[in-house]
């Protein structure tokens, strides 16, 4: 069966602008939720979405917002990017709250 | 507070050696789960492992064993007669019952050389 996919791959964004990714999790899957990876501050969660409902938040600013629809995709928005938000933004998507997460490939986001 | 330690950051052997990865978690929950995955080049988590915080009992899949250890919070990560296509960057993982998020180690880098 198909994985997560996430889209796009890369992204290449000036400072100040919005940025907004999206993920499809693995069919029949309820939970997503999104990390973030940096060299720096390593593999931090951002968010995690449950039946379009926001069950838990990380330690981001609130330039940092997501959503889930119906069918289970979910969307990760960020707005007036930093040069610090460059990173790899992974999706994750599980069948429940307490089951292991299988990733998408990621986004790798550019902020000049 | 919770954490998970992954203190070599990276470890090269040559093909066929046996490697085994440490991991030192720390948390108040008595209900918890740990995983392991790898990041292989391409940026993809992929999942190997999950066990409950339960189920202290070691588990082999073909050349991957991981061996739990309450006692000393640990949950260690043997690959034995490692093969080049084991390189990657290897994540030791926490999450609890009280918030499911993960909560990763910064991860071990590990380079198998032919």
């Known amino acids: 069966k198909a994985g997560v996919t996430q889209t796009p791959r890369y992204l290449i964004k000036t400072r100040g602008q919005q940025v907004t990714l999206s993920c499809s999790p693995i069919?029949?899957?309820?939970?997503v939720s999104w990390y973030q990876q940096t060299p720096g501050q390593g593999l931090q969660f951002l968010f995690e979405y449950f039946s379009e409902t926001q069950r838990n938040k990380g330690n981001f600013p609130g330039r940092f917002s997501g959503r889930q629809f119906s069918n289970s995709r979910s969307e990760m928005n960020v707005s007036t990017l930093e040069l610090g938000d460059s990173a790899l933004y992974l999706c994750?998507?599980?069948?429940?709250?307490?089951?292991?997460?299988?990733f998408g490939q990621g986004t790798r986001l550019t902020v000049v | 507070a919770q954490k998970v330690t992954q203190a070599q950051t990276e470890i090269s052997v040559v093909e066929k050696e046996d490697v085994t990865l440490d991991c030192v978690y720390e948390?108040?929950?008595?209900?918890?789960?740990l995983f392991w995955y790898k990041q292989p080049p391409s940026g993809e988590l992929v999942f190997l492992i999950r066990r409950n915080s339960f189920d202290e009992q070691n588990e082999i899949s073909g050349r991957y064993s991981w061996n739990f250890q309450k006692s000393t919070s640990s949950f260690n990560f043997t690959i034995t007669a490692s093969q080049v296509v084991d390189s990657a960057v290897y994540f030791c993982a926490l999450n609890m019952d009280s918030s499911y998020k993960l909560i990763f180690g910064s991860g071990t880098r590990l380079l198998v050389r032919p």
């Open positions: 948390t108040r929950d008595t209900t918890y789960y």
């Open positions: 069919s029949g899957h309820r939970s």
């Open positions: 994750a998507s599980k069948i429940n709250l307490n089951t292991e997460a299988f």
